[in-house]
């Protein structure tokens, strides 16, 4: 009879933690999610899939690493990343190779 209150807050703490993930743009956004805006990010989020229209652009998380740039996860989980940065108001896409604007 005890154990049952004792699962009971278990449950119901792994649910509620489960339901902490702050999403934009339909990713998990992690990082500094404070310095930077929901529009920001999403804009961000859309120049990417603009400079990209005829690749997958499925982006399944997001993170913030400063106002001016995050780094888009595929869908393939934690492997590479794309960096977007922003410069003079304008989200740009970087990669090793050089540099795209959108």
Not at 18 to 26: I, K, M
Not at 65 to 86: A, F, K, N, Q, T
Request: charge should be positive.
């Amino acid at each position: 009879m005890r154990r049952t209150p004792c699962v009971l807050l278990i449950v119901t703490a792994a649910m509620l933690a489960s339901c902490n993930t702050f999403r934009v743009a339909g990713a998990a956004t992690f990082g500094r999610v404070h310095e930077i805006s929901v529009a920001d990010i999403e804009a961000a989020v859309a120049a990417y899939k603009a400079a990209h229209i005829y690749e997958d652009t499925s982006v399944a998380q997001i993170q913030v690493i400063s106002h001016d740039e995050v780094r888009l996860y595929g869908d393939r989980g934690p492997g590479p990343y794309v960096i977007m940065r922003r410069v003079h108001g304008k989200w740009r896409y970087y990669n090793t190779g050089g540099i795209f604007t959108s």
